[in-house]
């Protein structure tokens, strides 16, 4: 780690903790837009993080220019908005003397808003169509409510104080000779007080738009008509080689990887992303015992086929206590798409669903959070993360990892976070090792411990402390170059120092991996 050129951490996050960011729900509609006939997935042979670094750079282009414009239309104030305006006042003072409202609050001058061209066909009712909009029944509601406690206090406030949707009903009722002879229909939708009218109104500027953009809209309306739906199905699959996945891998590395033809075999791939060290273990029948997810414990291809055909391939591992995302293989042709986001989002949701069936289920690794990669960084955008710490095997918070990989690539991260139990995540406190000077006795294989060679021997008098470390080590599994057996099963061992070594080798290896797993793992002498 301290050598290497791109130092790796092992990252992972709490799933239950997990709050999608703006991009990650933009993927999410993305796609939702794509299956709904929508939007077309656009072939690009560049890799998905260059895709999705060129749209965010096109998006906030656009999104300026749009802003721009929009700003400039709403600033534009039209006689007819402070007419309208006026008469909103007129009848917030009518409901005022007819006591609907407290006469003692102080309510500021209603606005109303010209609603944009792009959001009309959206809150059309029927052959009206929206034009103007006020959402004063709002500010007359805090101002209500800002009263009453200061009146009566905190307490029976939110009974006493009117919604926005009963303000604005009572503000449309004094408003009832305002749409005859304006030519408006004017209707209230939650909380907001709407004007309409059943005869399209067109600005000119709205004209000269409509002028240049007629061709394109009915062409837009033609393939409207024409939309197919897509069916995306998501298929969990043990880990087996597949000819059609492999087909879509090897397109995947050729086109987004820049890999040689020669460089890709069934032998490697089936190497890579098939072959499992995990043994399969299969669901649990017992219904009491929530232990074991629907589809069990192993490998796993996570297949996802729109319309049949296989878009995307991600390859996991499903564990007692989490999912971990090992590779992820996708369709060049639907790069836009952001597959690789979906399909975090996807399992981040399967863990959260699994709960139920397994309860120890928590975490959704991602694999290595390479610091000084950029194509890595993206790992970090799943929030709440921690990195795991190379020297402890301590969890650390990424906010507290981050600044200290900014300053170089490795970092003994646990020297600088100590997280106390009552914290809101104590697994990220979880601590394997101990201390460097454990670490340390650990691969030079000494100890520290200062019985006598008489307190060494197994099964002699030894204090306390001794004696439980010794029965916590006695079902340890060893192997000696072949042959198998438990601590407590091996012949005794007559010298002295080699027994102490063992057992401190033993007891440091138990602290790492812990009681039950020193149980099942098999440790080997050589």
């Known amino acids: 780690m301290e050598k290497t050129c791109c130092p790796s951490y092992t990252i992972r996050l709490k799933a239950s903790g997990f709050v999608p960011s703006k991009e990650q729900q933009r993927v999410r509609r993305r796609l939702e837009r794509f299956l709904d006939g929508e939007l077309d997935a656009k072939p690009s042979e560049q890799t998905e993080e260059q895709d999705v670094s060129f749209s965010r750079e096109v998006s906030v282009s656009v999104r300026k220019s749009l802003g721009s414009a929009k700003r400039e239309q709403n600033n534009e104030v039209e006689p007819i908005m402070k007419d309208l305006s006026e008469q909103i006042d007129i009848a917030v003072q009518k409901c005022i003397q007819s006591g609907e409202f407290p006469c003692n609050i102080q309510i500021p001058k209603a606005s109303v808003k010209k609603v944009i061209s792009a959001k009309r066909k959206k809150l059309a009712e029927g052959s009206e169509e929206l034009l103007y909009t006020s959402n004063i029944a709002f500010p007359i509601v805090a101002a209500i409510k800002h009263t009453h406690t200061s009146e009566k206090g905190k307490k029976n406030v939110e009974e006493s104080v009117l919604s926005a949707e009963v303000v604005s009903e009572k503000l449309l009722s004094a408003m009832d000779k305002v749409g005859k002879f304006m030519g408006f229909s004017v209707k209230v939708c939650k909380g907001h007080i709407n004007f309409l009218s059943a005869t ?7 004209r000269n738009d409509e002028e240049s953009f007629s061709t394109t809209t009915r062409k837009s309306s033609s393939n409207n008509l024409h939309a197919r739906k897509r069916k995306l199905e998501m298929h969990l699959k043990r880990s087996s080689f597949d000819p059609e996945e492999y087909e879509l891998y090897k397109r995947y590395q050729l086109k987004v990887h820049n890999d040689k033809p020669e460089s890709i075999s069934e032998t490697s791939y089936k190497r890579f992303l098939v072959d499992t060290p995990l043994i399969e273990v299969p669901p649990s029948r017992n219904d009491d015992q929530e232990k074991v997810p629907p589809c069990g414990f192993g490998s796993y291809h996570q297949q996802y086929r729109v319309d049949d055909r296989l878009i995307a391939v991600g390859v996991i591992d499903i564990l007692p206590k989490c999912l971990s995302s090992k ?31 397994c309860s120890t289920l928590e975490y959704y690794y991602l694999g290595y959070y390479i610091h000084s990669c950029n194509k890595m960084k993206y790992k970090a955008a799943y929030r709440p993360s921690e990195l795991l710490c190379p020297l402890r095997y301590q969890w650390v918070p990424f906010e507290v990892a981050k600044p200290l990989l900014d300053k170089k690539p490795y970092s003994v991260l646990s020297n600088y976070t100590k997280v106390s139990p009552s914290s809101s995540s104590p697994q990220a ?98």
């Open 200 to 206: 399209r109104v067109v600005t000119s500027s709205e």
């Open 327 to 357: 590779y992820l293989f996708w369709d060049p042709d639907f790069a836009s798409l952001s597959i690789g986001n979906y399909s975090a989002l996807q399992e981040i949701d399967w863990v959260k669903q699994n709960q139920a069936h």
């Open 429 to 526: 406190s979880e601590t394997l090792g101990e201390s460097t000077s454990e670490h340390e006795d650990m691969e030079q294989g000494v100890t520290n411990d200062d019985d006598d060679d008489d307190d060494v021997m197994y099964n002699s008098d030894e204090d306390s402390d001794s004696s439980r470390n010794r029965s916590d080590i006695t079902n340890i599994l060893i192997s000696f170059d072949g042959p198998r057996l438990r601590y407590k099963d091996i012949p005794r061992i007559k010298n002295r120092m080699v027994l102490k070594e063992l057992e401190s080798r033993l007891v440091n290896y138990q602290k790492v991996v812990g009681a039950e797993l020193s149980e099942r793992m098999v440790y080997e002498l050589r």
